[in-house]
């Protein structure tokens, strides 16, 4: 099946705790994304991707770090998370040419 | 500076039409998105439109006046399964369109 796969679902974390939340798609596609949502805030763009070791900041990229080593994973590095960083995240990936992206099932993050 | 007006939220009974509109304020423009989120769900992909127009797919329709820097989301024939949260996107020339900047997403209640 089709589909991108963001681990762990939920995480409560403590202040200052490194983590990592990992995105896999294995559906070949160049660009992948990540954004959080917030209450009132919509959706905002955290990092994106346009294909292998190329990356670029989004909207909101302070306090996160992602890489991209190979094509299907793009993992969101937390090194310091702060109670600001609690809030849902989501992965998406989409080919280049089609403008539509498929987006993870989400990461529900509390940061205490 | 790039931002994204929509209402809300929205009401309207089973089987009417509703309009969903959105207008951008955006430096470079490549297309405008609208996508579905049922209540914490993965954001689902609906259509997109990069040139002026209405396409249609389904029940949904969607607009865009480059000129106006505007655009909307007709849904027709109403199902209660509608209620979800709709949010236009823009996808910005910057950085090979890999920027997609959501609006703030309009909450759609459909009533019986």
Not at chain 2, 54 to 77: A, H, I, M, V, W
Not at chain 2, 85 to 101: D, E, H, M, P, T
Request: a neutral charge; hydrophobic letters at 30%; aromatic letters at 12%.
């Amino acid at each position: 099946e089709a589909q991108v796969t963001q681990n762990p679902r939920y995480l409560i974390t403590v202040t200052g705790k490194k983590l990592t939340v990992t995105c896999s798609q294995n559906m070949n596609h160049e660009y992948m994304s990540w954004y959080r949502q917030d209450p009132g805030l919509g959706l905002r763009q955290i990092y994106y991707s346009m294909n292998v070791e190329v990356t670029d900041k989004g909207d909101v990229p302070e306090g996160y770090k992602v890489s991209r080593k190979e094509k299907r994973n793009f993992p969101l590095i937390l090194e310091s998370p702060s109670p600001n960083q609690t809030s849902l995240y989501f992965c998406a990936s989409r080919p280049a040419g089609v403008y539509g992206y498929t987006f993870g099932s989400g990461t529900r993050l509390t940061v205490v | 500076g790039q931002s994204l007006e929509q209402p809300s939220e929205v009401t309207a009974v089973e089987g009417a039409i509703v309009q969903i509109n959105c207008t951008y304020q955006t430096s470079g423009f490549y297309g405008l998105s609208w996508y579905q989120q049922h209540d914490g769900g993965a954001p689902t992909f609906l259509s997109y439109n990069a040139l002026d127009g209405l396409e249609e797919t389904g029940r949904f329709s969607s607009f865009l006046s480059r000129s106006d820097s505007y655009g909307y989301l007709l849904l027709q024939e109403l199902q209660m399964k509608d209620s979800a949260s709709y949010f236009c996107a823009v996808r910005s020339l910057y950085n090979q369109g890999g920027k997609l900047i959501f609006g703030q997403g309009t909450e759609l209640s459909v009533k019986p």
